[in-house]
């Protein structure tokens, strides 16, 4: 039986976005497997600014890519983007919210869990988590 996806909460991952439907898998979710080498594992709500950082480095999100199932962002959306290129962005000064309980465990292995804290976009029923 496999194993249910966990957040970096511990809890079951939580849907990240069908509109526009996200992950690497394109399931809605921020699954992970062998076949993302990227690692598409933060749900994150994405910004202006965060678009624009993105594009500044050579990973533009804006422009669709129907070739990619990918219809481009726009500021609000939930999309799960890559754990390093995130980290990247937090360094710059320019990271998105992050959706917590949609973020994949194997974020951890990229980014601690108090910095996507410090960026949360949701609050657990515990808030206790948080501390």
Same mark, same amino acid.
């Given at each position: 039986?496999? &194993?249910?996806? /966990? #957040?970096?909460?511990?809890?079951?991952?939580?849907?990240?976005? &069908?509109?526009? $439907?996200?992950?690497?898998? &394109?399931?809605?979710?921020?699954? !992970?497997?062998? =076949?993302?080498? +990227?690692? %598409? !594992? *933060?749900? @994150?709500?994405?910004?202006?600014?965060? $678009? =624009? %950082?993105? /594009?500044?480095? +050579? #990973?533009?999100?804006?422009?669709?890519?129907? =070739?990619?199932?990918?219809?481009? $962002?726009a500021p609000g959306d939930r999309w799960c983007v890559v754990a390093a290129r995130w980290l990247e962005a937090h360094q710059a000064g320019c990271a998105?919210?992050?959706? $917590? @309980?949609?973020?994949?465990? &194997?974020?951890?292995?990229?980014?601690?869990?108090?910095?996507?804290?410090?960026?949360?976009?949701? *609050?657990?029923?515990?808030?206790?988590?948080?501390?």
């Open positions: 039986m496999a &194993r249910t996806a /966990r #957040n970096v909460l511990g809890g079951e991952l939580e849907e990240c976005s &069908r509109d526009p $439907l996200t992950g690497f898998y &394109r399931d809605g979710c921020c699954t !992970t497997g062998p =076949e993302d080498r +990227g690692s %598409h !594992t *933060i749900c @994150a709500v994405v910004t202006a600014e965060f $678009l =624009e %950082h993105q /594009r500044s480095v +050579g #990973n533009d999100l804006v422009t669709p890519m129907p =070739e990619w199932r990918f219809p481009g $962002l998105a919210p992050v959706v $917590l @309980a949609a973020t994949h465990e &194997r974020t951890l292995d990229v980014v601690p869990l108090q910095l996507l804290q410090a960026y949360a976009a949701d *609050i657990p029923d515990d808030p206790s988590s948080l501390l």
